[in-house]
């Protein structure tokens, strides 16, 4: 069983940051691509941005030079820095894994519950 779970959500101010985490838990070998969505009230989801196991990466361009995607492969993990938030950041962002390797087999597509940031004075 491999489950993505996030964290790292919450209200922010204008300007402000914060720092999404999301771990693969299960008995994993290896994670290949893992990435960021988020999905704001009436749109669609969106990519953020999506992080190879290499470390290749590659942003929305609304998001260039504000967010950082990366990784820490021995703890399964993908972290998504967010600076100079804005109000149309608002949205449910989940963590997202295209390929896991994991006892039992391989797992493809694997999306995590979804953690909330708001973008709020």
């Known amino acids: 069983q491999v489950q993505l779970v996030e964290s790292g959500g919450g209200l922010v101010q204008p300007g402000g940051s914060l720092r999404l985490s999301c771990v693969a838990s299960?008995?994993?070998?290896?994670?290949?691509?893992m990435a960021w969505y988020r999905q704001a009230p009436g749109k669609q989801r969106e990519l953020v941005a999506a992080?190879?196991?290499?470390?290749?990466?590659n942003y929305a361009d609304s998001m260039k030079g504000r967010f950082t995607i990366s990784r820490d492969n021995a703890k399964n993990t993908v972290y998504l820095q967010m600076n100079s938030l804005k109000p149309e950041d608002t949205a449910v962002y989940s963590c997202?894994?295209?390929?896991?390797?994991?006892?039992?087999?391989?797992?493809?597509?694997?999306w995590g519950q979804g953690t909330q940031v708001t973008v709020s004075s």
């Open positions: 299960g008995t994993i070998f290896r994670v290949e691509t």
């Open positions: 992080i190879t196991s290499g470390g290749n990466t």
């Open positions: 997202y894994a295209d390929r896991v390797r994991a006892y039992g087999g391989f797992k493809y597509d694997q």
